[in-house]
């Protein structure tokens, strides 16, 4: 099955710092690749996906890279923000157990200094 | 996205008990399903919920331990049953709409077992 590594598992900027967090994937038949975000409390929500036929999205703020050949994505958070604070988790469809089903990163704690 | 309402938010249980989730979605979607989150952990997907019929289990779950229904296309019930510490979780429901569509997330029932 997909197996997902996500680096770093903390992170720590400067308020208007650029944040970026990274991951591969081991399955290159995966072709959905969302990021969540979680705040304390709450459950996770979709801020930005990219599918397998498209290099780059934005979304004012937040970018998410995809090189399919090596089997990685990125997300990048541009002039954070306090409220940026939270624990993001990147995902990647595993087709071979159905095309609905997702396989998580193990999460990144991302901290946002004033 | 739809809206998901997850009861009970949090509760706390006696060792040996059983507890039942609820997740409600304000529109009919087409895929529902059960994951569990462990402190500070990643998200782990215990099993998709068929409307209908048996829920389809991840690996290392059973349908004794994590009985789950779905009588309709919006609503599904997750129980966890002779509740033990190892049980201490956030059980969050996800749904999606048709194929290709993202997957949302309840807001979670955090749950402690003394």
């Known amino acids: 099955g997909e197996n997902v590594e996500q680096h770093p598992s903390t992170l720590s900027v400067q308020e208007g710092d650029s944040a970026v967090i990274k991951c591969t994937y081991s399955?290159?038949?995966?072709?959905?690749f969302p990021w969540y975000k979680q705040e304390l409390g709450k459950g996770p929500q979709l801020i930005i996906d990219?599918?397998?036929?498209?290099g780059e999205k934005k979304d004012q703020r937040i970018a998410v890279t995809l090189n399919k050949t090596a089997k990685h994505f990125s997300l990048h958070i541009t002039e954070t923000q306090p409220e940026d604070s939270a624990v993001y988790f990147c995902a990647a469809s595993d087709p071979g157990a159905g095309s609905y089903q997702l396989t998580f990163g193990k999460g990144t704690k991302l901290s946002v200094i004033p | 996205s739809a809206v998901i309402s997850q009861k009970p938010s949090r509760d706390i249980c006696q060792r040996g008990t059983s507890l039942t989730i609820q997740c409600q979605v304000d529109?009919?979607?087409?895929?529902m399903f059960w994951y569990r989150q462990q402190p500070g952990q990643s998200l782990t997907l215990i099993a998709t919920a068929n409307q209908g019929s048996e829920a389809t289990y991840e690996s290392g779950f059973v349908i004794d331990k994590f009985p789950i229904s779905r009588p309709n296309l919006t609503f599904s019930t997750l129980t966890v049953s002779n509740m033990s510490p190892e049980d201490s979780s956030i059980y969050l429901c996800?749904?999606?709409?048709?194929?290709?569509?993202?997957?949302?997330f309840g807001d979670g029932t955090r749950l402690s077992i003394l």
């Open positions: 996800s749904v999606q709409g048709g194929g290709g569509q993202p997957q949302h």
């Open positions: 399955d290159s038949a995966s072709n959905y």
């Open positions: 529109s009919q979607v087409t895929m």
């Open positions: 990219i599918r397998s036929n498209v």
